[in-house]
């Protein structure tokens, strides 16, 4: 059912409720890829516990389900680089200064290049043909992507950010979203990181003095709130 154009909502958050019209707002997932969240995958193969960003997934398919259900505006990214790796800077390659870089053959193609299978999106969410993918080839979802003339054109002025991780991609974005007047809201159990602390330390930085950056909230509370 689609929700009523001059419908507007209240969740219970911090540092205070979000006030949101679901006709304007947008749920925006960051980069739940394949290479990020599946056992095997590159962010395994570095050594990391995927189990904290799998926990992710059951609430994100819940809140898309619901989000879904109203007939609300959904977008998806991913993040990776061209297949001839012009739009990767040196810096970011030699990064971490890994024996494995992006570009090279990992477990499930070449690491963070467009269309390998890992970079792509987990099959647990993965995007309807209405829903737009945004391929950025930064942490940004707004870096060298055309995001914020798709919302603009959508009438999109806020947005409930969810995905991974916390303190990398999903922070990046929520501070650009909102240098550009979004107002985002982030549920806590819908985003994750690799490190407990990061997870906990990258939604204090959001909801900080008053909301700097923007809400924190729960996948449960939104999910009541659309009813």
Known sequence: MTMPASATLSVAAEPYPFEFAPATCALLIIDMQRDFLEPGGFGEMLGNDVSQLRRTIEPN??????????????????????????D???????????????????PMGRILVRGEAGHDIIPELYPLP??????????????????HAILQNLGIK??????????????????????????????????????????????????AQGGIFGWVSDSGKIIAALG
């Open 88 to 106: 990767l800077p040196p810096a970011k390659k030699v990064r971490g200064r890994s024996k494995t870089c992006i570009g090279d053959a990992g």
């Open 158 to 207: 806020q947005l409930v950010v969810t995905g991974v991780t916390t303190e990398v991609c999903v922070n990046t974005t929520v501070r650009e979203a909102n240098d550009r007047g979004y107002d985002c809201l982030v549920p806590e159990d819908c985003v994750g990181s690799y490190f407990p602390e990061f997870q906990m330390m990258g939604l204090k930085m959001i909801k």
């Open 130 to 147: 209405t829903e737009p993918v945004i391929d950025k080839p930064g942490k940004g979802a707004f870096f060298a992507t055309d995001l």
């Open 61 to 86: 398919r819940k809140l898309l389900a619901a989000w879904r259900a109203k007939g609300l505006a959904v977008l998806h990214t991913r993040e990776g680089h061209r297949p001839d790796l012009t």
